[in-house]
């Protein structure tokens, strides 16, 4: 089962267990890829305080109800902690005395900071030792760690409106700081008090910060529906509605508008090929996302070669982060480019949301990227001049990876029997997004910029790999694809659901496109709840792998996209209802990153994975791409950009 409970505003967020507490190692309150608080416990001296329910009322805000302990049939204390996340963490806090006796209650707010990058969390990067200093107030407590070797420093305050520091403590680069809050009540009397966690400016009023930071979240739920579209299916409403809110809790707010980050709590952040799938699989309910993501990327699009940031020319970034880890280099990602197909999905991007808007500026202001993208397929891309876009695997030092498709595991691409493939892979899926780029491509240059001459040449280009695919990927003794070509071009026979993009791309042949999906409704890739990555009867199977047999949403909705396309809604719909079905026998009717592969006859239940973010862009925006898959959602006939508004 899912064990984290979020309150989530962009790249801020507090996390902590499902009852609202900090009780495993990752939990904590993060801005901007540091942990600002790695503890943040408020307990009772005189009880201990139950879980007893919690409340999300809307993105970015939680409730969470305590009591003491039932006695006599009874309980005689309630604690109500009502959380608002903005930049920073706001808290009211409203304590019930039950009885009808006075009483004296004290409560202490434990708190802790190493401020941690989260690859240290993640234990990608060594933990460094932090010179923290303390500075206390009457009611509050300010954590501050400035380096004299970087021209960065961090900060958290922590203010109250009733209390004091009782104690702080310095050791092994972590800090701790007590608050004491002390409340008298009389019979039957509520007593309210506000904290306020701030990373920047700091407040001398913690309950006019709430107020602020409540009517801030309230102001942008309301945005957010005015100017996004809802949709609703039958028996799938629950969970439309969901991922409609889950979507609004990973927008950033940038100066190019909404972008969605990949997820929480790992990747609360801008990504390449991430956000481009999540912006595609949204675009139903809005165009921003898709335009705010393309010019993102565009202004971070690399300009030189940077081989520690594996960047080139062209190039779309896979990963930015802003953490301490980041400035140091002890990561390269600021940003990072090891990433082999994101740069043929902007150029989809491009041209879907050109589709969706028929907004010829948007192309226009953006086609110098789209160029320089093409020409880093062309001449980057393909590293050995074959025609097929390849990456190379003695990737993993500094950061780097080894897999740079979206199975970036250090296992994401395997041989059947569970050996790796040797040199530079040729992953099938990246074949067809970078055919689909440059057909959607051609459409653009001659449509847009009246250059039928670049448009030919494209589209000759096109019609070359398709051809080479086919010939290349197809395997005879399967009737299916290769997963990838290895470094002598032969093909690695793993059936997966890697081939399945390409029928979202339209590179696979006509003639070929029942025998592939059919394959997919076979019993060792279909569980009834969705598609493995890896069938079942090969020996590399695992179903509570990342990428080598579990079942990840975002992978399916583009399979099934595919299916769309060939005609094929009796099998779209098969697998899009499984997955629904997914996120209901869940309970909360979302969707996760990915859960395991076992079979629905087995388990009944859908089994959980258990580094799994949650939630996660393209999970969240799966189930709008399934009912376009089965024709529920048609893509509008090209508006003039001031029609198209959404």
Request: proline share 4%; net charge negative.
């Amino acid at each position: 089962m899912k064990t984290d409970s979020a309150v989530i505003n962009g790249s801020t967020f507090l996390v902590t267990d499902l009852n609202g507490r900090a009780t495993r190692y990752h939990d904590g309150f993060y801005h901007d890829d540091t942990r600002h608080l790695s503890a943040y416990q408020l307990e009772a001296t005189s009880t201990e305080l139950e879980p007893l329910e919690s409340a999300t009322p809307r993105p970015a805000e939680r409730l969470v109800h305590q009591g003491s302990d039932v006695v006599r049939g009874s309980r005689t204390l309630h604690l109500t902690r009502h959380q608002v996340v903005t930049d920073g963490l706001y808290e009211q806090i409203t304590l019930d005395n039950l009885t009808s006796e006075s009483r004296s209650e004290t409560l202490h707010l434990s708190l802790s900071t190493l401020f941690d990058d989260l690859f240290e969390v993640r234990g990608h990067t060594t933990f460094r030792t932090r010179d923290i200093e303390v500075e206390v107030g009457d009611t509050r407590v300010t954590f501050v760690y400035d380096p004299d070797d970087i021209q960065q420093s961090w900060q958290t305050t922590v203010t109250a409106t009733v209390g004091e520091i009782i104690s702080t403590e310095t050791a092994d680069g972590r800090t701790d700081a007590t608050m004491e809050l002390t409340f008298d009540l009389d019979p039957h009397e509520q007593a309210t008090a506000w904290l306020a966690v701030e990373t920047t400016d700091v407040t001398d009023d913690p309950e006019a910060a709430f107020d602020t930071a409540r009517n801030a979240v309230t102001e942008r739920e309301q945005s957010w529906y005015d100017e996004t579209t809802e949709h609703t299916f039958d028996g799938w409403d629950n969970v439309l509605e969901e991922s409609h809110r889950n979507l609004l809790e990973l927008c950033l707010d940038t100066e190019y508008g909404p972008v969605l980050a990949a997820g929480v709590p790992w990747f609360a952040t801008a990504f390449g090929r991430d956000s481009l799938i999540a912006a595609y699989q949204s675009l139903p309910i809005s165009t921003k996302i898709a335009k705010a993501t393309c010019r993102y990327l565009a202004a971070h699009q690399a300009t030189e070669i940077d081989e520690f940031r594996d960047a080139e020319p062209g190039k779309i970034m896979h990963e930015i982060r802003r953490g301490e880890a980041t400035i140091r280099d002890d990561v390269p990602h600021s940003p990072y480019y090891g990433t082999i197909d994101a740069t043929a999905l902007f150029v989809v991007l491009v041209h879907e949301t050109w589709t969706w808007t028929g907004d010829d500026g948007f192309v226009r202001d953006l086609w110098d990227s789209v160029v320089a993208a093409l020409d880093w397929l062309q001449s980057y891309g393909d590293l050995d001049d074959d025609g097929f876009l390849e990456y190379p695997t003695e990737g993993g030092a500094d950061g780097s990876l080894t897999h740079q498709a979206w199975k970036d595991s250090g296992d994401g691409i395997m041989h059947p029997d569970g050996t790796h493939p040797s040199g530079p892979l040729a992953v099938a899926e990246v074949q067809g997004y970078y055919y689909d780029a440059m057909v959607r491509a051609a459409e653009l240059a001659e449509e847009i910029r009246q250059d039928r001459d670049f448009a030919e040449s494209l589209v000759a280009r096109a019609s070359d790999l398709k051809t080479a695919f086919d010939e290349a990927y197809w395997v005879d003794g399967l009737d299916f694809y290769a997963v990838a070509l290895d470094g002598d071009n032969a093909p690695v026979e793993t059936v997966t659901t890697n081939p399945g993009h390409c029928l979202w791309s339209g590179i696979i042949p006509e003639e070929r496109a029942d025998s592939v999906i059919d394959r997919y409704l076979e019993e060792d890739m279909f569980t009834g709840w969705g598609l493995r990555t890896v069938a079942s009867s090969h020996e590399v199977y695992n179903p509570q792998s990342y990428h080598l047999g579990s079942v990840w949403p975002h992978d399916n909705s583009l399979v099934v996209l595919g299916m769309g396309r060939y005609g094929r809604r009796d099998a779209a719909l098969r697998v899009a209802n499984g997955l629904i079905d997914t996120a209901v026998s869940r309970g909360n009717d979302r969707l996760p990153e990915l859960f395991g592969g076992f079979g629905r006859a087995e388990t009944s239940v859908p089994i959980s994975y258990g580094e799994a973010c949650e939630p996660q862009a393209w999970a969240a925006a799966t189930p709008f791409a399934l009912l376009r898959a089965i024709d529920e959602i048609e893509v509008p006939d090209r508006l003039p950009v001031s029609v198209a508004t959404k």
